[in-house]
């Protein structure tokens, strides 16, 4: 039986995460440099959350979750990234396991779930499109019923890891006459059937993180419709619901900050009153973005629902990563062309892959624009 987390004092379950991830999360996986490994490089990890019950940790308990409350699940998400544990191919964890326990049929679920649990499913996400990002609702891929099957036709973009999935839950326009929310639906679609065309996309640091995915005449079962027809556009809006804080979480920033204080140490950098000046902003935005994240974590851990303004945590967090790692480079100076690390005094700073890696938070979850789009509509009730 496994241990029910909520029972505990919050110290005391992030005692007994901590020290359960430093046992069995192994060495050489944490702080890895590539931020999206695929599942054959992280399977161990993958594999020993899952015999411990600690894979999906809000997924309730009857489906082989851990059921965490809210207050559980934030120190669950701390830990993990204060501990560098490696991200797991999270697309089934995190989206498709939670829309099917609430949206899908008895049958989806005894399908669907367990394999996920054990690997043998690992799933992408199916959203964006070109010209149809950010403003998702304009999307055209279609999907038209013939007898038993629906037929699909388009094409997705930015499909994190879609080249090593077996399964992805796609977005697709089922009635071109409603308007844009209302004639969408949810497709669960095996990525090896025929039509489905899978290409990657290199990123700055030359991985293939991102794919397109094409879809020529595919034929999806009728019974792979997650809820009813043309209410997809609601679903996909439940299961991204606290998305946002999560983006805004210090601990991004606050891993960079530990590598600059370091290779400022070496390189003599506090000695430089200019530099003091700058790092003091750095660190103090730093301490404001853990107050704001605080306030945020406050609101979930007693089961209310956050507002419009939490975007502002996620321009917030993403910009200082950036900020922190644009002084870095200002330290490496030249030394800054290499990908490879730094050599310092006790060890290496990976500042080139930290710059690099900072580029994309600001972008992806809804872009930093989109985010402020929001909180000038919602928030401050500016004109359009």
């Avoid at 059937?193 to 993180?209: C, F, K």
């Avoid at 999806?220 to 606290?242: E, I, Q």
């Avoid at 390189?267 to 935005?285: C, M, N, V």
């Avoid at 480079?329 to 490879?340: C, F, K, S, W």
């Amino acid at each position: 039986m496994t241990l029910d987390c909520n029972s505990l004092p919050d110290e005391a379950f992030r005692t007994l995460f901590r020290e359960w991830v430093l046992e069995n999360c192994p060495m050489e996986l944490r702080y890895l440099r590539k931020q999206r490994p695929v599942y054959e490089e992280v399977k161990v990890w993958y594999q020993a959350l899952a015999k411990k019950g600690w894979l999906s940790p809000v997924w309730p308990r009857e489906y082989g979750g851990m059921g965490l409350s809210p207050a559980k699940h934030m120190i669950y998400v701390e830990e993990w990234g204060r501990l560098g544990c490696p991200r797991i191919p999270d697309h089934g964890i995190g989206l498709t396991g939670p829309l099917l326990i609430h949206h899908g049929s008895e049958a989806q679920k005894a399908e669907f779930l367990p394999k996920i649990l054990s690997g043998e499913h690992i799933w992408c996400q199916g959203y964006s499109e070109p010209n149809a990002g950010s403003d998702l609702a304009s999307l055209r891929t279609t999907a038209v019923l013939d007898g038993e099957h629906f037929i699909v036709n388009g094409q997705k973009i930015w499909t994190t890891l879609a080249h090593c999935a077996n399964w992805i839950f796609v977005l697709v326009r089922t009635d071109k006459e409603a308007k844009p929310q209302r004639g969408i639906s949810v497709l669960l679609v095996e990525m090896s059937t025929p039509g489905v065309d899978v290409r990657t996309i290199e990123n700055l640091r030359g991985e293939a993180d991102f794919c397109e995915v094409f879809f020529e005449n595919v034929r999806v079962p009728v019974h792979n419709l997650v809820g009813d027809l043309n209410n997809g556009w609601t679903l996909a809006k439940s299961v991204l619901g606290h998305e946002r804080i999560f983006l805004g979480s210090p601990t991004r920033a606050e891993y960079a900050l530990d590598r600059l204080d370091r290779l400022a140490a070496d390189r003599g950098a506090f000695e430089d009153p200019a530099f003091l000046s700058r790092y003091a902003k750095l660190r103090l935005d730093l301490y404001d973005l853990g107050s704001s994240y605080e306030r945020y974590a406050k609101v979930l851990r007693s089961g209310g629902e956050l507002g419009a303004d939490v975007s502002v945590l996620k321009v917030f967090a993403t910009e200082l990563y950036q900020r922190i790692t644009e002084e870095m480079l200002n330290l490496a100076q030249e030394e800054a062309r290499y990908n490879d690390d730094l050599l310092i005094e006790g060890g290496q700073i990976d500042a080139m892959n930290l710059f690099l890696d900072a580029r994309a938070p600001a972008i992806f979850g809804g872009s930093n624009e989109i985010q402020r789009n929001i909180l000038a509509k919602a928030v401050l009730h500016l004109p359009g």
